[in-house]
C-alpha cells in the first residue's frame, strides 16, 4: 500500500500527508523493537567466590579547599615590556639549565619587582 501512495499521481497535499505517516508508521515500529528488554549476563560460575575477597576500598579524601577564602597571589604590576624581558631571560635560564630550583611565579616576582 505504501509503495501505491508513494506511485500514484495525487493532486494537493495528500502525498506530504501520505509520505508523513509512513515515516511515523516506520518509527514507531523501530522504536517498539528499541524497548525490547536488554539481554541479561550470564550467571557466575560457581568456582567464583560469591564476593570479591580483599580489602574494601578506602574512601578518597574530599579536595582541600585551596586557601580558604584567600585570592591567589598575584604578580607585581609591570609594563608589558618588562613582563616581555622577564619571559626572555626565564627562557633562557631554561635552556642554559640554571633553572633548577626555581619555579616561573618566583622567578616572575623578583623580575617584575626589578629585583
Known amino acids: 500500500m505504501l509503495a501505491s501512495m508513494m506511485t500514484r499521481p495525487t493532486s494537493g497535499h495528500a502525498a506530504p500527508a501520505a509520505l508523513a505517516c509512513a515515516l511515523l508508521l516506520c518509527l514507531a515500529t523501530t522504536c517498539a ?11 557466575r560460575p ?7 575477597q580483599g580489602a574494601p576500598a578506602e574512601p578518597v579524601p574530599a579536595p582541600s579547599a585551596p586557601l580558604a577564602g584567600q585570592p591567589p597571589p598575584q604578580l607585581p604590576k609591570a609594563s608589558r615590556a618588562r613582563m616581555r624581558e622577564c619571559g626572555r631571560k626565564w627562557e633562557e635560564m631554561k635552556r642554559a639549565g640554571k633553572d633548577a630550583g626555581l619555579v616561573w611565579r618566583g622567578f616572575a616576582m623578583d623580575c617584575l619587582a626589578g629585583k
Request: glycine fraction near 0%.
Open 33 to 43: 523493537a528499541q524497548r525490547a528488554a536488554a539481554p541479561t549476563p550470564p550467571p
Open 46 to 52: 560457581a568456582s567464583l567466590p560469591a564476593e570479591p
